[in-house]
C-alpha cells in the first residue's frame, strides 16, 4: 500500500465498545465488564487483547474467541485480531490418606472423607493411588465407568455423590492384576492426579498401603497439603501406623492427625459395646507420636455393608454418617489453619 494511503487507526473506544458487547459466558455482563478482558491495544490494523478464560470449558472458549473476532472485526481499522488467553491455575489441594497397613479401613475411610466434606460445602475430587488394589469405583458406586481423555488428560468418572473421581480401576478390567512398579507406579500416580478436575479445590488421594513407590512419588513431586493417618486400635496396626507418620515427617507433609477406625463394636442383640481390637489405642498413640487425634469411627456391621453396595455412610441419609462428618470438619479446620 502506498504511503499515506494505509487505512486510519481503529479508534480504541470503538474496540472496546465491540469488546464490551461479547457476553463472559458466566456473568453474561460484557467482556470488560465482567473482568475478562482489558480494553485491547490497537496497533498497526491488530488488535491483540488478554482473555481471562477461568472456569471456561476448552468448547466455551472457543465459542468465545470465536465471539470476539467477530465482533472486532467489525471495527473499522481493525484487519487483524490477536487473542492471548490465561487461566488462573487452580491452587488445589492433596490430602493423602494413607495408613501403615492393609486391611485397617484407610479405602473407607477416604472414600466417606471425600463425601463428607463435599456435604460440608467443599469441591472435592479423589483419587484412588491403591494402583495395585483400587477399591473405590465399588465405594462410590462408579465401577465399569471409563474416563474420556481431552486434551491429554483423563476426565475424572462422575459419582452418584457429588465427587469426581479416578481410579486405575477405570483404566484396567476388573480383576486384572497391576503388576507396576517405581516409575510406572509413579506415572500411573501422576496421571490420575494431573488429570482434568475442573472446579476442584481438594483432592482426597487414597494410597496404597504401607510406604512404597507411589508414597516416595506422592511426596516428592505432588506435595500433599497434609495426610490423614487411618489406624485400627490394635498395638501391631499403631506400630505401623506410627512408620506412616513417620515418613511424612520426614518427607516435611504435615499430619493433619490420626483417626482410629474400627473402635468399638457395638452388639446388634443386647447392645454391649466391646472392643475386639482394644480401646483408646489410637489416642494414646497419636499422643505419644504428637500428632492430633482426629476421632473414632465404630466397628460397625452397616459400614461394611453399605461401602459393599457403593452407598458411603457419609452420605445424606447414610446411617453412620456423623464419624465421618466430624472427621471431615476437623480437616476444614486444618485446612483454614494449617499448623506453621
Ligand atoms: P484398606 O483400604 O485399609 O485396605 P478397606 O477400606 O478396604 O481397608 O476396608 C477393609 C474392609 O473393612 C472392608 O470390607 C470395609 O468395608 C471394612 N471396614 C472398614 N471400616 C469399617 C468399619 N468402621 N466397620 C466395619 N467394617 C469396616
Not at 75 to 97: C, H
Not at 124 to 138: E, K, N, T, Y
Request: hydrophobic letters at 45%; proline letters at 8%; aromatic letters at 2%.
Amino acid at each position: 500500500m502506498a504511503q499515506g494511503m494505509s487505512t486510519p487507526e481503529a479508534d480504541p473506544q470503538a474496540a472496546a465498545a465491540a469488546l464490551d458487547s461479547v457476553a463472559d459466558p458466566l456473568t453474561g455482563k460484557g467482556l470488560i465488564a465482567a473482568g475478562r478482558a482489558a480494553p485491547p491495544r490497537i496497533s498497526e490494523g491488530k488488535a491483540s487483547l488478554i482473555l481471562d478464560v477461568t472456569g471456561l470449558s476448552g468448547e466455551a472458549r472457543a465459542q468465545l474467541e470465536r465471539a470476539i473476532r467477530a465482533a472486532m472485526i467489525g471495527v473499522p481499522g481493525v484487519q487483524d485480531v490477536r487473542i492471548a488467553m490465561t487461566a488462573e491455575k487452580k491452587a488445589r489441594r492433596l490430602i493423602a490418606v494413607g495408613s501403615g497397613k492393609g486391611g485397617v479401613g484407610k479405602s473407607t475411610v477416604a472414600a466417606n472423607l471425600a463425601v463428607a466434606l463435599t456435604r460440608l460445602g467443599a469441591k472435592v475430587g479423589l483419587v484412588d493411588a491403591d494402583i495395585h488394589g483400587p477399591s473405590q469405583p465399588r465405594l462410590l458406586a462408579t465401577e465399569g465407568q471409563r474416563p474420556e481423555a481431552r486434551d491429554k488428560k483423563l476426565l475424572p468418572v462422575e459419582s452418584p455423590y457429588g465427587v469426581p473421581m479416578l481410579s486405575m480401576g477405570h483404566l484396567v478390567k476388573p480383576g486384572q492384576a497391576i503388576a507396576w512398579r517405581g516409575p510406572m507406579a509413579g506415572n500411573a500416580l501422576g496421571q490420575l492426579i494431573d488429570a482434568d478436575w475442573g472446579e476442584a479445590e481438594l483432592l482426597v488421594v487414597d494410597l496404597p498401603p504401607g510406604t512404597g513407590d507411589v508414597h516416595l512419588s506422592m511426596v516428592q513431586k505432588h506435595k500433599p497439603a497434609g495426610a490423614v493417618i487411618v489406624s485400627t486400635p490394635q498395638d501391631l496396626a499403631l506400630i505401623d501406623a506410627a512408620r506412616a507418620v513417620d515418613l511424612f515427617r520426614q518427607s516435611t507433609v504435615p499430619i493433619i492427625g490420626l483417626v482410629e477406625n474400627m473402635a468399638g463394636y457395638q452388639c446388634p442383640h443386647c447392645g454391649e459395646v466391646s472392643d475386639p481390637f482394644g480401646a483408646g489405642g489410637a489416642e494414646a498413640a497419636a499422643s505419644a507420636l504428637g500428632v492430633p487425634f482426629l476421632g473414632r469411627i465404630p466397628l460397625e456391621i452397616a459400614i461394611r455393608r453399605d461401602s459393599d453396595a457403593g452407598k458411603p455412610p457419609a452420605a445424606e441419609g447414610g446411617a453412620y454418617a456423623q464419624p465421618f462428618l466430624d472427621l471431615a470438619g476437623q480437616v476444614m479446620l486444618w485446612l483454614k489453619q494449617p499448623p506453621a
